[in-house]
C-alpha cells in the first residue's frame, strides 16, 4: 500500500481565516513533506518532517505553519494567507536514508479569497 | 546540487502512436532517478524509478525509462499511448541519504489526440 490521503480535497478560506490542512500515511515512513504546486509548475518543497522533528524549511512565511503530532500524521495550518497562495499542497511521505521514494497525496486545491 | 532538464514542454502525439520524454540530469554525485505523472486535478503518481543495476527500468501503465550515465540522460519511453495517458509528466532527482530533497524538471504535457 503506497496511499497518501490529504484533507480536504478543495478548501476556499478568506485572508482573515484559520484553516488546517492534513495528510495521514500509514506505509512506516518517517520522512513527510510539503509541497507548494501553482498551475503548469512542478511542486515546490516547503517543508520537510524527519521522525517528526522539523528537518527543513525552505524560508517559508510563518502564516503557513506545519506540525507533525506523530509519525503517520502531518499538519498544516493556514492563517492570514494571500490571494498568491492559492494553488495546489501536496503531502509526500518516505523512507529515510536510502533513496527516499516520496508518495505523494492527492492534494487540496486551496483558494484564497 | 544537481538539476534536471525536461527538453520538451509539451508533445502532442496521436493514439497507438510511440511516444519518448526525454530528461537530462546534472549532479557532482550519484543520484537518483523517478518520472512521475500528474493527470490533471490530481496529485503526483510515481511511474518508475532507479535506484542501480540494469539500465532498463519499467514501470506502471507500460512505461519504461533508460538510464545512461555517460549522457546523463532518464528518458521515458512507451512503444504505444492511449487517450488515458494524457497527463503531466515530471521527472526528478534526488541525491538520497537523508538529503530529503527531491529536485523536478519543468515538466513535459503529453497531449495524446485520437
Known amino acids: 500500500d503506497t496511499e497518501v490521503t490529504q484533507t480536504p480535497k478543495h478548501l476556499v478560506m478568506g485572508m482573515t481565516n484559520k484553516k488546517s490542512l492534513k495528510c495521514e500515511q500509514h506505509m512506516g515512513h518517517r520522512a513527510m513533506y510539503w509541497y507548494k504546486q501553482k498551475a503548469k509548475k512542478p511542486p515546490e518543497l516547503m517543508f520537510v518532517?524527519?521522525?517528526?522533528?522539523?528537518?527543513i524549511n525552505e524560508s517559508v512565511p510563518s502564516r503557513f505553519s506545519p506540525e507533525c503530532p506523530n509519525s503517520s500524521l502531518l499538519n498544516l495550518h493556514l492563517h492570514a494567507l494571500q490571494p498568491e497562495d492559492s494553488a495546489l499542497y501536496l503531502c509526500?511521505?518516505?523512507?529515510?536514508?536510502?533513496?527516499?521514494?516520496?508518495?505523494f497525496g492527492p492534494g487540496t486545491r486551496l483558494l484564497v479569497l | 546540487a544537481q538539476s534536471v532538464t525536461q527538453l520538451d514542454s509539451q508533445v502532442p502525439v496521436f493514439e497507438e502512436a510511440p511516444v519518448e520524454l526525454r530528461c537530462n540530469y546534472s549532479s557532482s554525485v550519484s543520484v537518483y532517478l523517478f518520472w512521475y505523472v500528474q493527470y490533471p486535478n490530481q496529485g503526483l503518481q510515481l511511474l518508475l524509478k532507479?535506484?542501480?543495476?540494469?539500465?532498463l527500468v519499467k514501470g506502471i501503465n507500460g512505461f519504461e525509462a533508460e538510464f545512461n550515465k555517460s549522457q546523463t540522460s532518464f528518458h521515458l519511453r512507451k512503444p504505444s499511448v492511449h487517450i488515458s495517458d494524457t497527463a503531466e509528466y515530471f521527472c526528478a532527482v534526488t541525491k538520497g541519504g537523508s538529503n530529503y530533497k527531491l529536485t523536478f524538471g519543468k515538466g513535459t504535457l503529453l497531449t495524446v489526440n485520437p
Open positions: 509526500a511521505s518516505s523512507q529515510v536514508g536510502t533513496e527516499e521514494t516520496q508518495y
Open positions: 518532517y524527519s521522525y517528526e522533528k522539523l528537518s
Open positions: 532507479y535506484l542501480s543495476g540494469s539500465t
